[in-house]
């Protein structure tokens, strides 16, 4: 189940980057408890 989430993450930043929109993507990981990045704008 958290490879989808994070996968779904990544995603959600291309298609914003795609509207030239300046994102972060982070997964709060419940178990750890962390926050772990998933994408940045360059």
């Known amino acids: 189940m958290r490879k989808a ?5 990544k995603i959600a930043c291309e ?4 509207l ?3 994102v972060e993507g982070y997964y709060y990981d419940l178990d750890g408890p962390a926050l772990i ?5 360059p």
């Open 5 to 9: 989430e994070v996968e779904n993450v």
């Open 37 to 41: 990045p998933v994408c940045k704008s």
């Open 15 to 18: 298609k914003l980057r795609e």
């Open 20 to 22: 030239w929109a300046e």
